[in-house]
């Protein structure tokens, strides 16, 4: 006892002494960090954490998982749900923001604690305590995605989304981006999507973009950490099926996830040659920005509407292994993103980037890619579903950490150990 005294002492000290890192970052758990509660009713329990020296009810939200392993909707037939969707099962995911978890607790409380939960991210641990028929329950709600006019609203930033397309990103502001002569601006020109391929023949190459896709939202979960949004696309060539897309979004305060499945089916074999895919996004005139990644070394891009000779060399440089694109405007807004290949692929990716004052490239809405950031991914195989998941997190500096340094904090993997009581 007195050794959990004073390990719990110790970690109070730490939470006092190390920056926070992660601010309002949304960490994601799984039934299987919570193995002890699997088989119980979900409902049963919420997430208390001591502030103030008091023990508070803070925000959390449990998202329902599919045996195929994608975040699950009862509108997507292609899916089977995973477990009980009352009772927490190993699929099952848990979102906390990592800031809401507190010192341990010192005094007594009427709560009916069940468990302790420690959360571990880079060198942060906090404390939140699982309590069962909670009478105080928490009402804070960070995100809200309106379906009818596609606009996301979070704490954090706002997103607007034009022609009632959910691929044509359209207005984006971040709560302290500074704009020209201090004004509101946009950060964002919109998001490219670029699907080129040959049709009947390599040298009769067509390319469809955002224009030519237009997602079906099929359906929208509310929660007080996550709006969930599932949406399906299907492209047709010549009366042939050539894409099928699925895309679940998991849209946080300060961060989405954007889970897409995609096939070329067999028969598109007949009508496309060397299919390839362009992702990315078009700033608006955000000069003086500096771009690095993972896996181009010690080269800085430096947005100043040409390309630098070390810009060209990123270029050259294929994508290897786990990835992420850092990037900061020195104006209140950073963004690091990351693309994580989880099924079939095998296909080249590469860094997209463009940086030219004049260029267009459609769509578009401002004149230049200043800078144009991205992954293209060259000859895509048919008649196999790739599955992908592009991360992107929203700050104002980093924390004031190096580019590794803050890639390093949010991508490792979180650490945790439930004591119950």
């Known amino acids: 006892m007195k050794k959990n005294n004073l390990w719990r ?14 601010q309002a970052q949304i960490i994601t758990l799984t039934g299987d960090d919570l193995k002890p509660l699997q088989g119980k009713q979900s409902a049963l329990y919420s997430f208390f954490a001591v ?9 959390h939200q449990w998202v329902q998982w599919s045996e195929e392993g994608y975040p699950f909707f009862e509108e997507d037939g292609s899916t089977k749900l995973a477990g009980d969707p009352q009772r ?15 010192p341990a607790l010192t005094s007594t409380t009427s709560e009916k604690i069940a468990a302790e939960l420690t959360v571990q991210q880079g060198n942060e641990s906090r404390l939140f305590y699982l309590v069962k028929n909670a009478y105080l329950q928490s009402t804070e709600r960070y995100v809200q995605f309106d379906p009818d006019t596609l606009t996301i609203k979070s704490t954090d930033f706002a997103l607007t989304m034009a022609d009632h397309n959910l691929f044509k990103w359209n207005d984006f502001y971040f709560r302290g981006f500074e704009g020209k002569n201090g004004q509101r601006q946009s950060i964002l020109d919109t998001l490219k999507l670029r699907l080129s391929a040959g049709v009947f023949g390599e040298n009769n190459r067509i390319t469809l973009n955002n224009n030519n896709l237009d997602p079906k939202v099929k359906q929208v979960v509310s929660g007080p950490l996550a709006a969930l949004v599932y949406a399906s696309t299907s492209v047709k060539v010549a009366r042939v099926p050539v894409l099928r897309i699925h895309n679940y979004f998991l849209i946080m305060p300060q961060q989405v996830e954007i889970h897409s499945r995609f096939t070329l089916p067999g028969l598109a074999d007949t009508v496309l040659e060397r299919p390839a895919l362009d992702i990315s996004l078009d700033g608006n005139g955000l000069y003086n920005s500096k771009l690095v990644t993972s896996w181009t070394g010690n080269n800085v891009a430096i947005t100043d509407g040409k390309l630098s000779k070390a810009e060209k060399e990123m270029l050259k440089m294929p994508l ?55 992954f293209s991914l060259t000859d895509l195989p048919f008649g196999q579903e790739f599955y992908f998941v592009t991360r992107m997190f929203y700050s104002k500096d980093s924390n ?11 991508l490792s993997p979180t650490r945790t150990t439930l004591t119950q009581r």
């Open 51 to 59: 502030q103030d020296g008091k023990l508070q009810p803070v925000p």
């Open 9 to 22: 002492l110790w970690l109070s000290a730490l939470l006092l002494a190390f920056p926070l890192y992660l």
């Open 400 to 410: 004031g950490l190096s580019p590794g340094q803050y890639a390093n904090a949010l």
């Open 320 to 374: 290897k292994g786990d990835n992420w694109i850092w990037f900061g405007t020195g104006r209140g807004f950073d963004m690091l993103a990351q693309l994580a290949f989880v099924k079939g692929f095998t296909t080249p990716v590469s860094l997209l980037y463009q940086d030219d004052a004049s260029q267009i490239n459609e769509p578009e809405r401002f004149t230049g890619q200043l800078p144009n950031v991205g």
């Open 88 to 102: 927490i099962d190993s699929q099952d995911r848990l979102l906390l923001r990592f800031e809401d978890g507190g």
